[in-house]
């Protein structure tokens, strides 16, 4: 029995020295052209589907990814912060990029291998040691769908033209917020210091966001002032759907009177600029809306302690009655 | 034998002490008695059943004690061991099931007695409160009224008539009490419960929250005003009047502040654009006696204070401190609205 315990002792001895060995002399080859050796690879890839089948979320947390305004949010997305690796549909991925270790997939083989809400994991949290990143603002998941969406629709040929981003700074800018509804603000009716100071925001990760962190960080600090003017509104009017009076009424009441739970929005959001504590919010999309309080009443956005009080108590009917009325509402 | 002597000397010697201690102390004891939150200072006919009735308890349980005591004196020191069979059985059955029988079915009548009185009907005024988180929502209803006088964190009533408090709560369980005017009751949401009273004499009471509540329960009071009836009219027709102009230049930037800073998304002052209903009706707020629920008293340095650091002062408020103001615009905002008369 001692022998057995003995010879053990030794080998792990020898097992820890050649660790130690390994590591510390540096004798691993790093190398990606040496490649894995025989298996190692299907090891990994099938731990890494399987890993990704067990996690991805539920498809009953997606929004509609057949909104048109969805898609082209990730489009828009997709042709800044993805294409790099994974190229755009129809065209070749860089030599330098073919040659990683693993090798990013082209996007028209990476959306057929997937389900949406698999490729929403994986958009979300990244690969480990395969170069793939996590989604920048990690409280943002609810962003990640646009590319989802965007992706969905590579998959079913169905996907429009990626915008061309090679422009200048402010063609880049309005690429989605003059040419965009649904998710995207309009700018035109917002304040030139306010715009700064959440693009500030959007960089420090003070004001989370992936999409707008991504944006802005592409943009040279130079150019920030000059950005914050001279927007127009949007190409069309896109809410003016008919929508229930009843829940408009709902949102008027909550907007000028509001409840003994919830403040009077336009005590904040109404008159003119001098004269409000808020942003502009009259006449915004109703998809945008909605997200924005939604994030404030989940305490995502917090950087003013005002405004998620005054979101803290909102229910989900009193959000898309508030929504339906802004959005309508005369900027 | 020597040990247990030793310890009754020991004792005597604490009661040698203790006399004079006990003499010296009542003072400070009885001190409490009086005072503008106290049950014993009473100044209204609900507190006066109530302290009649406390302190004839309070005889009489001072009398059954020196009773008692006297007893066991008497059996263990005086005529230790001699107590007669014959006497055990009555003395049982006559102390100590009949005697309490009978004192404690007199004071449980007497004490139900005085439980409709609690509720007795008013006079023609009805003042609804509603105890929030942590302040108290008022509406002043005049028999007749057909829309209540909104205002907040006090209480004023006439002296001389039945007044009628009509309790609900928000989110938690409250409890409504003036302890110089009469009992408490407890307030709930969703469900209305009733306490009438009748002050005796006028003057400043202090009211005070008397149902654990939250993190600022301790600081969660109200000032009661009871005022003769001609000026308690007067001031509630000023009271449902809307909030006065300032015309004075801080008062004016601070009025202009309020309104740009959002103040009015939670709080109404009638007669503005402020319309918000979260916290409380500040149209006469400087008219009051106390800012923040009995927080602290009225005044220019009251509110800088109250607006900058609210969440120090009253801790998980709802309200979040303004400390992004600088001085001077938390002096304006001050300035307007101790001068809300």
């Known amino acids: 029995m001692r022998r057995v315990f003995l010879t053990l002792a030794v ?23 040496v490649g894995h050796w025989p298996g190692v690879s299907w090891v990994l890839h099938t731990t890494f589907r399987n890993s990704v089948a067990l996690r991805a ?29 994974h190229a755009a549909p129809g065209e070749q991925r860089s ?6 270790v693993p090798a990013p997939p082209h996007i028209d083989e990476a959306v057929a291998h997937w389900k949406p809400n698999e490729m929403h994991w994986i958009v979300e949290n990244g690969i480990k040691m395969s170069g793939m990143p996590a989604w920048p603002a990690k409280e943002r998941d609810d962003e990640v769908w646009s590319v989802v969406a965007y992706l969905a629709a590579v998959k079913v040929e169905n996907a429009p033209t990626l915008p061309d981003v090679t422009g200048d700074t402010k063609s880049y800018c309005t690429a989605c917020h003059e040419r965009m509804g649904g998710r995207v603000p309009r700018l035109d009716i917002l304040e030139p210091d306010y715009i700064a100071e959440k693009l500030r925001e959007y960089r420090d990760g003070t004001r989370p966001s992936g999409i707008m962190a991504q944006a802005a960080s592409l943009v040279p600090t130079g150019e920030m002032a000059a950005l914050t003017t001279g927007f127009s509104g949007r190409a069309t009017d896109r809410d003016v759907a008919d929508v229930d009076p009843v829940l408009l009424g709902r949102g008027e009441e909550l907007a000028r009177r509001g409840t003994r739970d919830i403040p009077t929005c336009l005590a904040c959001h109404g008159g003119d600029a001098a004269n409000r504590r808020g942003p502009a919010i009259a006449g915004q999309p109703e998809a945008f809306l909605k997200v924005q309080m939604e994030l404030w009443h989940d305490g995502i956005y917090d950087a003013d302690p005002l405004m998620h009080a005054a979101a803290r108590e909102l229910t989900e009917e009193d959000i898309e009655a508030l929504a339906a009325y802004f959005s309508r509402l005369q900027p | 034998m020597g040990a247990r002597s030793g310890e009754y000397g020991s004792l005597r010697r604490v009661d040698g002490i203790g006399a004079p201690f006990f003499v010296l102390g009542l003072p400070l004891f009885l001190s409490a008695c009086s005072g503008r939150q106290s049950a014993l200072d009473v100044a209204g006919e609900d507190a006066a ?13 001072c009398l059954l004690w020196v009773a008692m005591n ?11 061991g001699q107590f007669p069979d014959r006497y055990v059985q009555p003395l049982l059955i006559g102390g100590g099931i009949l005697l309490p029988t009978v004192l404690l079915a007199a004071l449980l009548v007497w004490g139900l007695g005085l439980l409709p009185d609690q509720r007795a009907p008013g006079d023609g005024l009805r003042i609804k409160v509603t105890g929030e988180q942590w302040w108290w929502r008022v509406e002043y209803w005049p028999e007749g009224a057909e829309a209540p006088v909104v205002t907040a964190n006090e209480i004023r009533m006439p002296v001389g008539e039945r007044v009628e408090f009509l309790l609900g709560a928000d989110k938690v369980i409250h409890s409504f009490w003036i302890p110089a005017l009469g009992g408490k009751m407890d307030m709930f949401p969703g469900r209305e419960t009733r306490v009438s009273l009748r002050a005796e004499r006028t003057g400043v009471f202090r009211g005070q929250c008397a149902e ?17 009836p001609d000026t308690f009219d007067a001031w509630l027709e000023a009271e449902a009047g809307d909030a006065l102009m300032p015309v004075e230049g801080a008062a004016t930037r601070g009025a202009a502040l309020f309104l740009s800073q959002g103040c009015g998304a939670c709080h109404t002052i009638r007669g503005t654009e402020a319309v918000g209903q979260v916290g409380p009706d500040l149209t006469h707020v400087g008219g009051r006696l106390s800012l923040g629920a009995g927080r602290m008293g ?24 303004y400390d992004f103001l600088s001085t001077e615009e938390l002096d304006d905002l001050a300035q307007y609205l101790v001068g809300l008369k």
């Open chain 2, 212 to 228: 654990f509540c939250g993190a600022s329960h301790a600081w969660m009071a109200f000032e009661t005003v009871v005022m003769e």
């Open chain 2, 298 to 321: 009225v005044s220019t340095a009251g509110f800088t204070r109250w607006i900058g650091h609210t969440e120090a002062l009253k801790p998980e408020v709802q309200m979040p401190s």
């Open chain 1, 11 to 33: 080998l792990a001895g020898f097992g820890f020295a050649g660790a130690v060995a390994v590591v510390g002399l540096g004798l691993y080859n790093v190398s990606a052209q």
């Open chain 1, 57 to 85: 979320p539920s498809m009953e947390d997606a929004p509609d990814l057949s909104d048109p305004d969805l898609i082209a949010l990730g489009a828009s997305h997709y042709a800044t912060a993805c294409t790099p690796c």
């Open chain 2, 49 to 61: 059943a109530i302290s009649l009735l406390f302190w004839v308890m309070f005889g009489a349980a």
């Open chain 2, 70 to 80: 006297g007893l066991f004196f008497f059996l263990s020191r005086i005529r230790p």
């Open chain 1, 95 to 100: 030599a330098t990029m073919q040659a990683m």
